[in-house]
């Protein structure tokens, strides 16, 4: 055994080149703090297993829970990962499939621990600060945006119901039925510090107090936060309001007013940026789980992973 794990080890490495997977693995791997984050987890990590059976390694199971994000996996679709994909099981710190590999309950009671003690948003906040440690994310200034996740409509289930914590919202003359996730990022990194989520149904505005540090002197958003009793507010604080101004019913923005938003919105725009990666990069597009509370802990999860995957570039060269 131990010699077929050694040629399959040597064929491995004499690989011509690495894969855009592969690639994208050891970037996280050279950027996440992995110590920190373990440190985090590992205070409510079982200390045994069944009887005559050890838990698997924390280390392990966490970076299974990391690429489990990074690529949607489902519970059956990550195990199937580790014994299908060798880059995918050595980077979790299997060198074989000969190795007993956590199978789908494993991956599900990891999550469900993460999920019990509100772990990942503890997760987030560990990587943030990293993230100022490495002399990044020390703004004083904070960009606000929300996003919709479709949810299951279908009635094809136990309750014969959809979710409840669901709703539905109309954006244009579109309605969408889930949850939205409302953020504050910081103006010169574009790293998200402050998330919230609710269903689809609330407005954006009524999150934005939730999403500002105590610290911020500027916020920028787009015109569906525009609000005569924020902005006087705002003014009271000393905080700057860089918030687009919305047109008026047969009422067109004034040359001045245009110009401003567009500048606002050069500025504004960047806080999409951490949307595109959890939707497009790591495929959250539609809620995999049942209930607000498992989609929150997912949220903090892919945002903390985002925030590090964008910044990925200046962290590695540090």
């Known amino acids: 055994m131990s ?10 490495m004499g690989k011509k080149r690495l894969t855009r997977r592969e690639k994208f693995l050891n970037d996280m791997d050279a950027i996440i703090p992995w110590a920190s984050l373990l440190s985090v987890i590992e205070p409510y990590y079982p200390k045994s297993g069944q009887p005559g059976r050890q838990p698997i390694g924390l280390s392990k199971m966490f970076r299974i829970h990391c690429m489990q994000n990074w690529f949607n996996y489902s519970d059956r679709q990550m195990e199937d ?5 060798e880059s995918i099981r050595r980077f979790s710190g299997f060198n074989s499939v000969l190795e007993d590999l956590p199978d789908e309950t494993s ?22 600060e ?5 002399g990044l994310m020390i703004s004083q200034g904070t960009m606000v945006d929300a996003t919709i996740i479709q949810a299951a409509t279908s009635t ?14 109309r954006k244009g003359n579109q309605w969408h039925f889930g949850m ?12 998200v510090h402050t998330l919230t989520t609710t269903s689809a149904n609330v407005a954006d505005i009524d999150e934005l107090p939730k999403l500002l540090r105590d610290d911020d002197a500027v916020v920028f958003a787009d015109a569906g936060y525009t609000s005569d009793s924020y902005k006087r507010g705002a003014k009271k ?82």
């Open 81 to 85: 990962a580790l014994y299908e994909i």
């Open 3 to 12: 010699n077929q794990r050694s040629f399959s080890e040597l064929e491995y």
């Open 130 to 134: 990293h993230l100022k440690e490495q």
């Open 180 to 191: 939205k996730i409302h953020v504050g990022a910081d103006v010169d990194s574009g790293a």
């Open 107 to 128: 991956v599900l009671n990891f999550r469900h621990l993460l999920e019990a003690h509100d772990l990942t948003k503890k997760v987030l906040a560990t990587i943030n």
């Open 237 to 318: 604080v000393g905080l700057r309001w860089c918030v687009n101004d919305k047109r008026k019913p047969k009422k067109n923005l004034s040359a001045s007013q245009r110009k401003r938003n567009r500048k606002q919105s050069s500025i504004r725009a960047r806080v999409e940026h951490v949307f595109r990666v959890i939707k497009q990069q790591f495929g959250f597009q539609k809620t995999r789980y049942r209930g607000l509370k498992k989609n929150t802990s997912q949220v903090h999860m892919l945002v903390a992973l985002s925030n590090l995957y964008m910044l990925r570039g200046k962290l590695m060269a540090v």
């Open 156 to 169: 094809k289930n136990k309750d014969k119901t959809r979710d409840p914590d669901m709703h539905s919202a």
